[in-house]
């Protein structure tokens, strides 16, 4: 049987960087994986997720990501309903592909790590935050949807490894490489 890799999750506020990091570590060697990928994939392909879509929203819902945003960011019930539909299938997701991975490290972009308790299923977890008008400069209006999430400074608290990206993506990169050798030489 084939040693299980370092599982890492990343996470961190909206538009702090957390996919810029996932592509440093895959620069960097590691095997990634994006939740939101998986997710839009399970919106695209999966044929259970899609008729819970369509027997709830209709016809036209059904694989128009920006349509569901505009039905779950307005309505807490429904956005909590597509994230009972999607969550654990993103979860059995990642722990399928944590099987097949051959590299001696992994790293999962979990936006909602903490706040769906994943990190209890991880070895690790590198938080990526910035300055709140540096993230809503890169992404335009969120607070609404920010509000449910768990503080920057409580996951900057709970973090192994923790980021500020309010600089380059030269830093960003120096600092993902000073990860990987941290974990390596563990």
Known sequence: MAKRPLAVAITGGIAAGKSEALAAFARHG???LSSDEVV???????????A???ER???GAVGDRKRIGEIVFRDPGELE????LLHPRTRAAAEAWLETVEAPLAVVEVPLLYETGADRRFDKVVVVTAPAALRESRRGGFADREARLVPD???LRRADFAFV????LEALDAFVAGVVENLSSS
């Open 40 to 50: 839009h994939r399970l919106l695209a392909e999966d044929d259970d997720v899609r």
């Open 52 to 54: 819970a879509i369509r």
């Open 81 to 84: 309903w597509l994230e009972q």
């Open 30 to 32: 590691a095997a990634t």
């Open 165 to 168: 990206n309010d600089g380059s």
């Open 153 to 155: 400074e409580e996951k």
């Open 57 to 59: 929203w209709g016809e």
